[in-house]
């Protein structure tokens, strides 16, 4: 059962179409990643969602309820942190969470949120005097009232610590756990990575991606295949560039790194490696990461290579061909060079990397 | 639910900001101000003579109002709602379940409840000095003085919510509760008599004003709200009031417009009108 469900939805500020015919449904209990450069038209499809701003064209449901309609009834059932939202600087952390739960008629323990949300010591401070770190984590508290059946959140980590990060994943993979469906729209692909089940990727109003992680990677079907070596000869580099589907090639002294574009590409690299008699150790692949796939979306190379399969359907890739690049602090691909971010990040994603021995 | 949510969180947040304490002393200063100043010189009572009459000092007051309320209950509530959304924290309004009639109208009240509070202790105030006092006090005088003058602030505080709901930024607001003070102060009679200069015979302003030159005066909530009070308070025709403030018609012009019903129906109208149509313009807007 779809919780949101967005047809043919256009928005247009004067002659610039932030929104242009996008369409894409998020289930029931799912954790959706809403991925884009900034400018995308993330924001816009928020505020169209939550009544803060009116469609040009097209429809939009939450729980089945019409968006410019029935927009109470949704946010009864929602908790939402919006980015760019502002405190009400003379009220307390405590009268910010009580305000929340009187508007939604609930009753909650705004101790017990502060707790969850980490600054239990600032309920009785205004919020006028917070740092942005805990402003963010209690406006999550205010979202987390009355345990909503969809929690909307936009750039959520936004002024947060890596520990901040860090328990805000926890709260979404709980909010999670607890059933709530979680709409987690953001350009850091890694936050995104972390926790969302699935992702989509917007760019300039059109959803160019969508689907499961793992199916994007396979959509991808670029790895990177590194092959730990006694000798790397230049006849060897030379007849790996030159096997179909390898993309790049690069060698240190004891390791040859290919990166290659699907199955059988790899399994010849990897044959040719060993014909070559150089003292084939262990080798390691690598899949894409959520990161490089957003950069082939945004990019547009995916979507060229697609052009044509623009069905907005789980799992397909749409082709809007245009190839115009994405903000450079939004893309940008994952070299897995082996620093503390992306061990942290590999451990997350363990499940992304395939090791073998020879 | 919601609505009386958001009244009371921008009644808390008023209590807490120097903005709901200046609107309040700006009301007080002329009521309880004048009332205090009435006890001072009865204290002094360098002259002997007799307290001042009732109906005079309420006029005054009445005057000072007529200038000053209209800014004080517009300052008082133009940035109600597009301060929420300058700052941000209309994300939080209505991103929670408030719908935009919760938010316009809870703002709408709690900038009245504001104002009214503010106008009902100025006026105790100026009725227990009246009563104890001056000389001849009116009792349905002074509780038509008052029903006057809570509509005529509510009349403003409807213009700056309304404005507070149509601007886009907080200048653009503050330049409308400007625009609207100044229309109804000054260019509202400029275009009275502008229109008598161009409607024939033309290039002469001349009495007996025509019928349409009172309509359209009268329709100006200040000029309505002034001769409320003065049918409540009547000095006679040659007052201050009646000869500038009001455009005093000649003896010979009499008509529907000159009257008190007429005065009290385009107050009501604007109390109604101004917020409805407000109302009507937010409820459609785009706010992010």
């Known amino acids: 059962m779809s919780v949101i469900e967005i047809q043919n939805l256009t928005k247009r500020f004067g002659t610039v179409a932030a929104l242009d015919d996008l369409s894409f449904s998020v289930d029931e209990g799912e954790v959706f990643g809403f991925l884009g450069p900034n400018g995308a038209g993330k924001s816009t499809t928020i505020n169209i969602l939550l009544g803060f701003t009116r469609a040009s064209a097209g429809s939009a449901q939450v729980f089945g309820h019409d968006v410019e309609t029935e927009s109470k009834q949704i946010r009864f059932r929602t908790g939402s942190l919006l980015e760019g939202y502002g405190v009400y600087s003379r009220l307390t952390a405590r009268e910010h969470v009580e305000r929340a739960a009187n508007a939604k008629g609930v009753v909650a323990d705004p101790d017990a949120i502060l707790e969850r949300v980490g600054i239990p010591d600032a309920a009785d401070r205004r919020a006028g005097g917070f740092s942005k770190g805990m402003r963010q984590r209690m406006a999550i508290g205010m979202a987390l009232v009355g345990e909503p059946d969809l929690l909307v959140l936009d750039e959520p980590s936004t002024g947060l610590d890596p520990n901040g990060v860090r328990d805000l994943r926890e709260i979404i993979r709980e909010e999670s756990r607890r059933g709530a469906t979680v709409f987690f729209s953001s350009h850091l692909i890694d936050q995104v990575e972390a926790v969302c089940d699935r992702v989509g990727i917007l760019k300039d109003g059109e959803m160019v991606t969508q689907g499961d992680v793992d199916d994007l990677r396979a959509r991808l079907d670029a790895s990177i295949v590194s092959v730990s070596v006694d000798e790397t000869p230049d006849s060897l580099l030379g007849s790996l560039r030159g096997i179909d589907g390898v993309e790049e090639v690069s060698a240190t002294d004891r390791q040859v790194v290919v990166t290659a574009r699907g199955g059988v590409a790899k399994l010849r690299a990897l044959e040719a490696i060993e014909r070559a008699n150089v003292g084939f150790t262990d080798f390691t692949t690598t899949d894409p990461s959520l990161e490089e796939i957003f950069e082939e979306a945004t990019l547009g190379v995916l979507a060229a290579a697609d052009e044509g399969d623009a069905d907005t359907g789980g799992g397909s890739l749409g082709g809007d061909g245009g190839g115009g690049p994405g903000d450079g602090d939004d893309s940008g691909s994952d070299e897995t060079d082996g620093d503390g971010d992306d061990e942290e990040r590999q451990a997350d994603w363990s499940e992304a990397t395939t090791e073998g021995d020879a | ?288």
Request: glycine residues 10%; charged residues 10%; aromatic residues 12%.
């Open chain 2, 1 to 288: 639910m919601s609505l009386r949510t958001v009244v009371e969180d921008d009644l808390l947040r008023l209590r807490r900001s120097p903005l709901g304490w200046g609107v309040a002393l700006s009301v007080l200063a002329p009521t309880a101000g004048i009332a205090a100043i009435m006890v001072l010189l009865e204290l002094v009572d360098v002259t002997g003579g007799p307290a001042a009459p009732f109906d005079n000092i309420m006029m005054t007051v009445a005057v000072l109002l007529s200038f000053l309320l209209p800014f004080v209950a517009m300052l008082g509530s133009y940035s109600a709602i597009v301060y929420e959304r300058e700052s941000g924290s209309v994300r939080f309004l209505l991103g929670l379940p408030n719908s935009r009639w919760d938010a316009y109208a809870g703002k709408y009240v709690s900038r009245t409840v504001l104002l009214v509070v503010s106008i009902l202790a100025g006026f105790l105030t100026l009725a227990l000095v009246g009563f104890g006092i001056l000389t001849d006090p009116s009792a349905s005088g002074l509780l038509l003085f008052v029903l006057a003058t809570v509509a005529f602030a509510l009349v403003f505080v409807g213009f700056g919510i309304a404005i507070s709901g149509v601007a886009n930024s907080l200048i653009g607001a503050t330049a409308g509760i400007i625009a609207t003070y100044v229309v109804f102060r000054g260019g509202w009679m400029i275009a009275q008599f502008a229109g008598l200069y161009v409607t024939p015979p033309q290039g002469e302003v001349a009495r007996p004003y025509p019928d349409w030159f009172f309509f359209l005066g009268r329709v100006n909530p200040l000029n309505a709200y002034l001769k409320v009070v003065v049918e409540v308070f009547d000095r006679g025709p040659n007052t201050l009031v009646r000869q500038v403030l009001l455009t005093n018609p000649a003896p010979e012009v009499n008509t529907v417009a000159t009257g008190t019903p007429y005065a009290v129906l385009a107050l009501t109208g604007w109390l109604v009108v101004v917020p409805v149509v407000g109302y009507l313009l937010f409820r459609r807007k785009d706010l992010l």
